[in-house]
């Protein structure tokens, strides 16, 4: 006897085996080049695994969610977000002569460890857990906590302008934003070296070139 459940199921699973295979990422045996299969047709990327073609693979790969999936069963992944954040943030963060800002390169930097450990992840499985993996990572590497805390910052920010776009969901962020930031004295994280007061000969092998503000402040400073 066929029960409303197996019905529901049997739709489910007709409908997953109807929807096409995710094209993979590729290595060509003959010429060492990544290509993917596209519409039958191979799309050569690059060299195998360089930044470069996986870049490019990431973009035609969300081209094809875009033209493939109707449903939810395949999600944007956490490189691709990071891919879309970046074109965003190019023409965003720039300053009035359009040059690029130094918060591009900020972001740049942040996203890099996120991308070179859950690249491939789908943002729908991406949570605090990884989250703090990434920055267990950045200790390791012996960074400075105040730096840590600044990267994770810019990847939840990240996940924040993702929901501003229905790109990621709103329990994604909010989990996100569970991981509290590293405290002092309280993580294994590199203190910054403390800051030092300017010598006062420096100060005063400037003060020619400052304004009359500066020179105020240094004098009361003294």
Not at 98 to 115: A, D, H, I, N
Not at 136 to 145: E, H, N, V
Not at 180 to 194: I, Q
Request: proline letters at 5%.
């Amino acid at each position: 006897m066929t029960t409303e459940f197996d019905s529901v199921v049997g739709l489910t699973l007709k409908v997953v085996e109807e929807l096409p295979r995710l094209p993979k990422y590729c290595r060509h045996k003959g010429t060492g080049q990544a290509y993917v299969t596209l519409k039958g047709r191979e799309v050569y990327l690059g060299c195998y695994n360089s930044p470069k073609s996986r870049e490019r693979y990431d973009r035609l790969i969300l081209e094809w969610r875009q033209e493939h999936d109707h449903t939810e069963c395949y999600s944007l992944t956490v490189g691709q977000l990071c891919m879309e954040f970046l074109g965003f943030a190019a023409e965003y963060y720039r300053s009035e002569d359009g040059e690029p800002t130094t918060e591009l390169q900020g972001f740049r930097y942040s996203l890099k460890p996120l991308c070179e450990m859950y690249r491939t992840v789908s943002v729908s499985e991406f949570g605090p857990r990884k989250l703090d993996a990434v920055r267990d990572g950045l200790i390791k590497r012996g960074l400075a906590r105040s730096t840590i805390n600044q990267t994770v910052g810019r990847i939840k920010r990240v996940f924040r302008w993702g929901v501003s776009r229905e790109l990621v969901r709103s329990e994604i962020l909010a989990s996100l934003s569970a991981l509290d930031g590293l405290k002092a004295g309280r993580s294994r994280a590199v203190e910054p070296p403390p800051v030092e007061p300017v010598l006062e000969e420096h100060v005063e092998a400037i003060s020619p070139f400052v304004t009359t503000q500066c020179g105020q402040w240094s004098a009361c400073n003294g």
